[in-house]
T-cell receptor, first 114, second 116 residues
Framework: DGGITQSPKYLFRKEGQNVTLSCEQN?????MYWYRQDPGQGLRLIYY???????QKGDIAEGYSVSREKKESFPLTVTSAQKNPTAFYLCASSMGQAMNTEAFFGQGTRLTVV | AQSVTQLGSHVSVSEGALVLLRCNYS??????LFWYVQYPNQGLQLLLKYTSAATLVKGINGFEAEFKKSETSFHLTKPSAHMSDAAEYFC??????????????FGTGTKLQVIP
């Protein structure tokens, strides 16, 4: 089945540690996105990428980093510089070639700092 | 940059009653608009999308939305609420960024509660 796989579903991190969230898609989509979801704030865009080896900062990129070495993969690293990393993280992808193409989402990773 | 505003973070309706979830967009050009649904601890699922082919858009699970340019609105409706409709709903808009890349921006969401 085609889709987007995020792993792990739940992740615990100690303060001061970097952690990487995985996102893989087999939809052959060009565009991939990372969003952060907090209660009452909707989805806020962290990073997005339209092509391999290229990505753009979203609205809340500070404290995060990404890479796009392969079309199907877009991992997100939450660094120790992110002051409030506990949140639900969602990865999405779309064809990216036209504005009317919808985004498809993974099941999310819930990150908790302990 | 385009944005969407969802009025009402929580909406409660009785089972069988009309569902109306509000979304207004900020754009001087025809936008590309979407409605998504999210169940607890899950990703988002597309309900419907507006692509300028028709102002009334029908989606899955009996939902529909009407694009009204004069009101800059794209409200989501369903004639009769079902218990399974209880979820969080997001309005979203697709735009190009300064580099010509697609960027999808979401509203803050509306949680729908359905009362038996």
């Amino acid at each position: 089945d085609g889709g987007i796989t995020q792993s792990p579903k739940y992740l615990f991190r100690k303060e001061g540690q970097n952690v990487t969230l995985s996102c893989e898609q087999n939809l052959n989509h060009d565009a991939m996105y990372w969003y952060r979801q907090d209660p009452g704030q909707g989805l806020r865009l962290i990073y997005y990428s339209q092509i391999v080896n290229d990505f753009q900062k979203g609205d809340i990129a500070e404290g995060y980093s990404v890479s796009r070495e392969k079309k199907e993969s877009f991992p997100l690293t939450v660094t120790s510089a992110q002051k409030n990393p506990t949140a639900f993280y969602l990865c999405a992808s779309s064809m990216g070639q036209a504005m009317n193409t919808e985004a498809f989402f993974g099941q999310g990773t819930r990150l908790t700092v302990v | 940059a385009q944005s969407v505003t969802q009025l009402g973070s929580h909406v409660s309706v009785s089972e069988g009653a009309l569902v109306l979830l509000r979304c207004n967009y900020s754009s001087s050009v025809p936008p590309y608009l979407f409605w998504y649904v999210q169940y607890p601890n899950q990703g988002l699922q597309l309900l419907l999308k507006y692509t300028s082919a028709a102002t009334l858009v029908k989606g899955i699970n009996g939902f529909e939305a009407e694009f009204k340019k004069s009101e800059t609105s794209f409200h989501l409706t369903k004639p009769s609420a079902h218990m399974s409709d209880a979820a969080e709903y997001f309005c979203a808009v697709s735009d190009w960024d300064s580099g010509g890349y697609q960027k999808v921006t979401f509203g803050t969401g509306t949680k729908l509660q359905v009362i038996p």
